[in-house]
């Protein structure tokens, strides 16, 4: 039996890590866009934006993640289009992505001092000029830790990509374990390569929220 | 037109309920241990001797910065490598109850930092040892500020349940798996499960709110 | 043929039975108020008498129920983006809040609705700017910060920022009750010139004797109706109705 050093089994879960971080990045900015144009369509008051929004938030925020990449992945396949891994977890998570980044912001959105928007409004600025100027620049500032924060959020999602067939961190452990036999070795280094990328990320999101509270 | 067999699905009905059963005694088991853990995990942050901090901020740091899934394979199929073997309920409710811990521990900290100094200095003159002020007069108050952010919190736990069904424990998302390689019918299973975890999701939303006024924090 | 008491037949402000509701509470019950041009008027009241939402209709922050509004002939039309548009770049506003715009410079809080709506070109802007900050006496701050100013500066700033605009009409809602009593009458004084050059004016006030002082006529309001209408010497010296009387000396205690 060969012997695998622990540099064998990190270099090999460093691999796959690629793998998570695009699949996280594709899901972020993926995610953003979507939950952009659904914040935008709430405060436009466009018809039944709100409600239909809101359900779908609820949706997402209220079955687990691992039900929703089933779904994409069985989902998708009955209407013909060959699914991929890939093509599964990426939609899937975009769309979770978009739910809880469309929640958040809304709330940065609603965290503007109503007087903002009065103020706007009395100068004649359209909801356009207003969301441009002067309340997207005050949402925009206090959503960013939380937005941060949140990709932390996705960074841990896609290890559930694995169990629909996707190859990142977490398969790869999976498969690394069943050819080491060294299973506790394995998880650990997972466990540390997952730390290694989101405790970063963390502690910037941390830091953001204290310069911003500490600024006033 | 594709056909949906949704009542194919409905009729395994008991093993669905017993799923159901399972991750509510799952979710029940977890949070109240891990809320109690993380309780005590803010009390060390904020009154512990400087090891213990740092101690619980490794486990805090460490828990939320890795997913769930991870954490739970590590105790099914990790530490049988140094000869220590779970069931896959054990294993489960330990990382639910680790998991929801640390998470649980940054919530509260955050609502016991926000009590006003005065309510702590008026229990002080009035005798009360440490701990009763902490239990007495921090504690509740803390609790009902930050019960939101807790109930949100069991929330996610319970959902994130689903994933201990990849390690064979018999909840919903395992009987949903179970059910469809029996019929083949992955998608109106998994869409019936979704729909459970969404009808828990809101009836547990609403418990937790009604019952933590009631036995909790008081109103 | 007009008479000698309104020698303009239609006003600026034409307001005829207006009426506004929140949920089931009718909070204007039937106002009807013509403002002529150039005139002060000082609208006065006990809280809940409904001042800042009658004035909050006049530029469709708040949207009324029944009556007809408009503004120098233009009735108020809400549903109408351009309408509202047009009406608000006649109509300026100035809050009890300040509500500048914190993340801006206080040159470019003046600046930004006539670059965006009047679609000025920057020079002009500028130009426009510093003359407004120096008219409010705050030529030196138009590079500072919000923040940075105090409660009476920022008021002031905010009224630069209306004046930008042009308006043809300044409503005042409250605009010195959130100030310490020491930086009252810079903003006051600002007003009153404004009222000098022939501004048309509405303020809400609890600011007796500037009102008295400034003003044209003088609105009482209470409970949701407009009880007596005059000058100030009338309303002040003689009042007519028992709630007046009772405004009144609630005021001089």
Known sequence: MVDFSIWDIFRNLLLAARWTVLLSLIAFVGGGLVGLALLIARIAKLRFADQLVGGYVQLFQGTPLLMQLFLAYFGLSLFGINVSPWVAAALALTLYTSAFLTEIWRGCVAAVHKGQWEASAALALNLREQLRYVIGPQALRVAVPPTVGFLVQVIKGTALASVIGFIELTKAGTMITNATFRPFTVYACLALMYFALCYPISAWSKSLESKLHGHR | MIAFDFPAVLAEWPLLAKGVAATLALTAVSASV?????????????????????????????????????????????????????????????????????????????????????????????????????????????????????????????????????????????????????????????????????????????????????????? | MATAESPIPTGIVEIKGLRKRFGTNEVLKGIDLSVKRGEVIAIIGKSGSGKSTLLRCINGLEVFNEGTLSV??????????????????????????????????????????????????????VAQAKKLLARVGLAEKFDAQPDQLSGGQQQRVAIARALAMEPAVLLCDEITSALDPELVGEVLRVVESLAEEGMTLLMVTHEMSFARKVSDRLVFMHAGRIHEVGPPEQLFGAPQTAELKQFLSSIND
């Open chain 3, 72 to 125: 120098d002939g233009n009735p108020l039309l809400h549903g109408n983006a351009n309408a509202m548009r047009t009406l608000r770049q006649h109509v300026g506003m100035i809050f009890q809040g300040f509500n500048l715009f914190p993340h801006l410079s206080v040159g470019r809080n003046v600046m930004l609705a006539p670059t965006l709506v009047k679609k000025r070109h920057a020079d002009q802007t």
């Open chain 2, 34 to 219: 891990g809320v109690t853990l993380g309780v005590a995990c803010a009390w060390a942050r904020l009154h512990g001797a400087v090891w213990l901090k740092a101690i619980v901020g490794a486990y805090v740091e460490l828990i939320r910065n890795t997913p769930f899934i991870v954490q739970l394979f590590f105790l099914f199929f990790g530490l049988p490598g140094i000869g220590v073997r779970l069931s896959p309920e054990t294993a489960s409710v330990l990382a639910m109850v680790v998991n929801l811990g640390a998470y649980a521990a940054e919530i509260v900290r955050a609502g016991i930092a926000t009590t006003p100094k005065g309510q702590i200095e008026a229990a002080q003159s009035l005798a009360l040892s440490e701990t009763q002020v902490f239990t007495r007069v921090v504690l509740p108050p803390a609790l009902k500020r930050v019960w939101p952010a807790l109930v949100s919190q069991i929330i996610i736990v319970m959902l994130g349940s689903a994933v201990c069904g990849q390690i064979s424990t018999p909840e919903l998302s395992y009987a949903a798996n179970l059910i469809q390689s029996r019929n083949f019918r992955a998608f109106e299973s998994f869409i019936v499960a979704t729909l459970i975890y969404l009808a828990l999701a809101m009836a547990l939303r609403r418990l937790l709110n009604w019952a933590g006024p009631r036995f909790i924090f008081g109103k």
